[in-house]
């Protein structure tokens, strides 16, 4: 299976399966003298593990990433950083009665139709559990993020669970790690785990929408046309597991404004440029402005539910289905961790590009 790789000058490559023995990534292009080590790459690891409470995968694992080259002394080399996790609580019995049968929803028919083989057990590359992955490279973009340019934040959260929506204006910044959903609004957290009580112990599944925030990301990152900031942030979170849609700040309500409306004005402030709004999410022409970079995407209801569906087998004779093992009735919540690591390495990414094309230079303003 080819492309498993994302990133230009901070490329990071993906291996591994839901059961099988470990799963990790190849990481390249990190700059020397990061400080590093497991711990630090750990805190993220455990936003993202399951079995943490009733409302995700009762899957235990406990995530611990080791790094297998790359760091000397706590610092990485600049050669190439391996980061390998574990599996330990495979149930590979549970997947039994997929063999032969595809999953609705799932990636089973499409793998089978083009390569004419697959790991059925967990969906193989195909599952969630890939993602875990992707997080330990985040940890190390975070850290190199932190050397380059102190003061970047990224941020991710739960704005929408099915039907269930955020009160905006309820928006609360310290609410977010204080509740099983990233959700920024207390009230919504407990109106949320009630509804999805329900739905797990019905066997079911809801999708959901996460935001991600980058704050601090200097103006000038990106490139016109094809080497849009915005194009790789896209990218990045549509391949994520279940992500069906990306918006980049106002995104697709922005086809319902007038230009005066969507216009995000500038003022000259005493540091610099000050935007009245940010309807553009923090990007214009593919490059960053200095404002936040927001980013939005849509995750699917898992498609693992124990609720009968109709399908086929692999010799095409009609059969139905109840998916066994052990799934999150909404993905979206781990969704959240796995989109703050993507937007992490796509900005890192961009730094180091604007750094080897420019070496920081802007044009003056003021």
Not at 30 to 55: H, L, S, T
Not at 85 to 97: A, H, L, M, V
Request: proline share 5%; aromatic share 6%.
């Amino acid at each position: 299976m080819s492309i498993n790789s994302f990133g230009h000058l901070f490329r990071v490559t993906t291996w591994g399966e839901s059961h099988g023995p470990a799963l990790g990534a190849t990481v390249d292009g990190c700059p020397p003298g990061v400080e590093i080590d497991e711990a630090f790459i750990q805190q993220w690891m455990d936003k993202r593990k399951p079995g943490q409470n009733k409302y995700t995968t009762q899957r235990r694992e406990a995530d611990e990433v080791r790094i297998l080259s790359g760091v000397f002394e706590g610092k990485t080399t600049g050669t190439p950083i391996q980061l390998m996790i574990e599996n330990t609580d495979q149930r590979s019995k549970d997947y039994g009665d997929i063999a032969e049968k595809f999953r609705p929803g799932h990636a089973d028919i499409t793998y089978w139709q083009k390569y004419g083989i697959r790991d059925y057990r967990g969906g193989g590359r195909s599952s969630a559990r890939e993602t875990a992955a992707r997080v330990a490279a985040g940890g190390l973009a975070r850290a190199a993020l932190a050397k380059l340019v102190p003061g970047i934040e990224i941020k991710g959260y739960m704005t929408r669970m099915g039907a269930h929506e955020i009160d905006r204006d309820a928006f609360d910044w310290g609410q977010i790690d204080q509740n099983p959903f990233w959700v920024p609004d207390a009230k919504a957290a407990q109106t949320w785990a009630e509804y999805l009580d329900g739905l797990r112990k019905s066997g079911s599944s809801v999708g959901a929408v996460i935001e991600i925030v980058a704050r601090n990301v200097p103006a000038g990152l990106g490139a016109p046309i094809y080497g849009k900031l915005d194009t790789d942030l896209a990218a990045a979170m549509m391949s994520i597991n279940a992500v069906k849609g990306v918006e980049i700040g106002e995104g697709m309500s922005a086809a319902m404004l007038t230009g005066e409306l969507n216009a995000d004005e500038i003022a000259m402030g005493p540091d610099g440029p000050e935007y009245s709004s940010n309807h553009a999410g923090g990007i214009l022409g593919g490059i960053s402005t200095g404002q936040d970079v927001v980013v939005r995407f849509a995750v699917k209801p898992t498609s693992s539910i124990l609720q009968t569906r109709k399908t086929i087998t692999k010799s095409g004779q009609e059969a139905e289905i109840i998916t066994k093992g052990r799934h999150d009735p909404c993905v979206g919540i781990r969704a959240v961790p796995v989109g703050e690591a993507m937007m992490a390495c796509v900005i890192l990414d961009h730094l180091l590009l604007d750094r080897g094309q420019t070496g920081g230079v802007r044009g003056p303003i003021g």
